[in-house]
């Protein structure tokens, strides 16, 4: 137990160490460069954050750490428009447990790529899908959203946010109906 103990107590200070080389040099490599050439790197990767807009054009997704918000690099991105066919879906009356599926279908009405850089939906039981390639001017494409009706009886709507290169940055959708829940009876399914 006592070697365990120290063991961990240096994997703690290693990754201090690690965490304070971050912060303080960019980590160890900077520790042998000279100022010049740390000044050289830096003006370089600022010139390049303004060029592309903070994105990588290969897959349109930001170098920050996953999870923070992308607004303000998509807004440094040249902008377009996005049309939904149809914004909002009703799926009626479902049985609890039921997962309801619908495609959006969009449109890139702009001049310039569309980029989507995330969709999220209002709740865990909502989970979009999008293109992860840029859409060209004109081009379209699908998002997918699941909606899980276990444990959700009673009416439902629910939003997905979209985030964009677009004007606005966030443009929403919507999918909503009845969850009959499992004491009600079943739903009658269409013919």
């Not at 991105?77 to 959006?104: C, L, M, R, S």
């Not at 494409?141 to 606005?168: I, M």
């Amino acid at each position: 137990m006592e070697r365990s103990k120290k063991v961990q107590i240096g994997l703690l200070s290693l990754l201090a160490l690690l965490l304070l080389a971050n912060l303080f040099g960019g980590g160890f490599k900077n520790w042998f460069k000279s100022e010049n050439a740390r000044i050289r790197e830096s003006a370089a990767a600022s010139s390049a954050l303004t060029t592309s807009g903070g994105l990588s054009a290969a897959n349109g997704t930001s170098g920050n750490i996953p999870g923070t918000n992308l607004n303000s690099t998509v807004s440094n991105q040249p902008t377009t428009t996005i049309e939904y066919e149809n914004p909002k879906y009703n799926f009626g009356v479902v049985d609890e447990g039921e997962v309801v599926t619908h495609v959006y279908k969009f449109k890139n009405t702009g001049k310039e790529p569309l980029i989507i850089s995330n969709a999220k939906g209002s709740c865990g039981c909502t989970v979009p899908t999008w293109p992860k390639e840029p859409i060209p001017p004109g081009g379209s494409g699908e998002l997918k959203v699941e909606f899980n009706s276990k444990g959700k009886p009673g009416p439902q709507s629910k939003r997905v946010t979209v985030t964009a290169n677009t004007t606005p940055t966030e443009t929403f959708l919507e999918i909503a109906g009845e969850v009959r829940g499992k004491e009600q009876p079943a739903a009658k399914k269409p013919n």
